[in-house]
């Protein structure tokens, strides 16, 4: 099956996209959400997390307080790895899981730190839903009530911006409106389709 990785800064609106995917068909299989997942109550990794970085990343009701968490790994490089260490085996772990279970022609894998992960899971294309800094900010204080260095904080520690235009084979400008969006998917999504047909003729 062709897996196509769909990747992006933050608030450059790879859940719509992935939504908008998803109406075609699509399977998605999200790293964030999988993320999520392993953090609930009584799973191991949040019992990890909880060990690693103190209770008081623990709401009363047991759950992950993530603001605090997120507060306390962007302000600090090394509890950034340390956090990594402990989600990314089991993150890309379940992803691959999951899209052995999967049966289409193609599946998008969308993975927001792609680039930046080490020993990241493989995909065959990597689609960059792209945007301006100044339009992620934005849309990231509308979305998350963050302040503006919040944001940036997060952003500088992302790939910039031209490193992923750079790396990545598929671009979506997610800068125009929806339907200027949706069609780029079906495009996207017609050459796909194309690619894991040739693909599979060739095997």
Do not use: W
């Not at 306390?72 to 950034?80: H, Y």
């Not at 800094?133 to 997060?154: C, H, M, N, P, S």
């Not at 200027?180 to 003729?201: C, D, F, G, P």
């Amino acid at each position: 099956m062709l897996k196509i990785g769909l990747t992006g800064g933050i608030g450059s609106g790879k859940s719509t996209v992935c939504g908008l995917f998803a109406e075609l068909g699509v399977p998605i299989v999200d790293a964030d959400l999988i993320a999520r997942q392993l953090v609930e109550p009584g799973r191991p990794a949040l019992m990890r997390i909880a060990e690693t970085f103190g209770p008081q990343m623990l709401d009363d009701d047991g759950s992950l307080n993530r603001a605090r968490l997120r507060e306390a790994v962007f302000a600090d490089a090394d509890k950034k790895r340390r956090l990594d260490a402990i989600m990314h085996p089991l993150v890309y772990g379940q992803i691959a899981a999951d899209v052995m279970a999967l049966q289409a022609a193609y599946c998008v894998i969308a993975v927001p730190l792609l680039f930046e992960s080490k020993n990241a899971y493989a995909v065959d294309r990597v689609l960059l839903v792209d945007c301006p800094v100044e339009v992620q900010i934005e849309r990231v204080i509308g979305r998350d009530k963050l302040t503006r260095g919040q944001v940036q904080a997060i952003i500088d520690s992302q790939m910039p911006r031209s490193e992923r235009l750079a790396r990545a084979d598929d671009v979506i400008d997610n800068i125009a409106g929806p339907e200027r969006l949706a069609e780029q998917v079906k495009r996207l999504h017609n050459s796909y389709i194309l690619l894991a047909t040739a693909r599979t003729q060739s095997a």
